[in-house]
Nanobody, 127 residues
């Protein structure tokens, strides 16, 4: 199983980036696909998640209204559109997959709950 994230880079505050994560190696039906991030010296934190159907999404309060998660199941790919970026959004962003037993996000995902992880992609935001 592989989760391959890409799309990170350097952007000015107020700018936008779109991250992509391609999943392969198994069927991800019934799996939620999530984005986490980790800044230097900080714990890995949940950013956004989306259910298999796309009908259920979840966002961290810090990114609501600025980030949008979406997925294309035909391509087994999840996207994170990040707008109005702030310096505090700078981090390594990771995609992850978890079995979503209820099919919806009625909780906040945590790192220990993920079944699969991809390698991260660096996002740097200059002020």
């Amino acid at each position: 199983v592989q989760l391959q994230a890409c799309g990170g880079g350097l952007v000015q505050a107020g700018g936008s980036l779109r991250l992509s994560c391609a999943a392969s190696g198994r069927s991800f039906m019934s799996y939620g696909l999530d984005w986490f991030r980790q800044a230097p010296g900080k714990e890995r934190e949940f950013v956004a998640g989306i259910s298999w159907s796309g009908s259920s999404t979840a966002y961290a309060d810090s990114v609501k209204g600025r980030f949008t998660i979406s997925r294309d199941n035909a391509k087994n790919t999840v996207y994170l559109q990040m707008n109005s970026l702030k310096p505090e959004d700078a981090a390594v962003y990771y995609c992850a997959a978890e079995y979503l037993s209820g099919g919806s996000y009625d909780y906040t995902p945590v790192p220990n709950g993920m079944e699969y992880w991809g390698k991260g992609t660096q996002v740097t935001v200059s002020s």
